[in-house]
């Protein structure tokens, strides 16, 4: 799955957890292509926020387990189903 459908996921995810505080949730480019940028005000502490994240990156278990969780999501109309391909998400609060 595209970064840019795992950031619209991530979104829906942020906004459910902590209704209220306006997330941003950028798609890296060039050399960051693989990476999420997520910037908020206020609102949770970065542990709060990275607990919501922390899933799409990977899930732990023995070595041979380690990978992201499969997602469901709809973006414009069309459902999306997969594992997430993204390499890493950086938290800024502000």
């Not at 979104?11 to 902590?18: E, M, T």
């Not at 469901?72 to 950086?90: E, K």
Request: charged share 25%.
């Amino acid at each position: 799955m595209t970064p840019k459908i795992v950031a619209v996921h991530l979104r829906k995810q942020l906004r459910k957890a902590f209704p209220g505080v306006k997330f941003s949730v950028r798609t890296g480019r060039d050399k960051r292509l693989g990476e999420l940028s997520v910037t908020w005000n206020g609102g949770p502490r970065r542990t709060a926020v990275s607990a919501v994240t922390a899933p799409l990156l990977a899930t732990y278990g023995a070595s041979e387990e380690r990978r992201p969780a499969r997602i469901s999501v709809t973006c414009a109309g069309r459902d999306y189903h997969g594992i997430p391909s993204v390499a890493a998400i950086t938290l800024n609060r502000g």
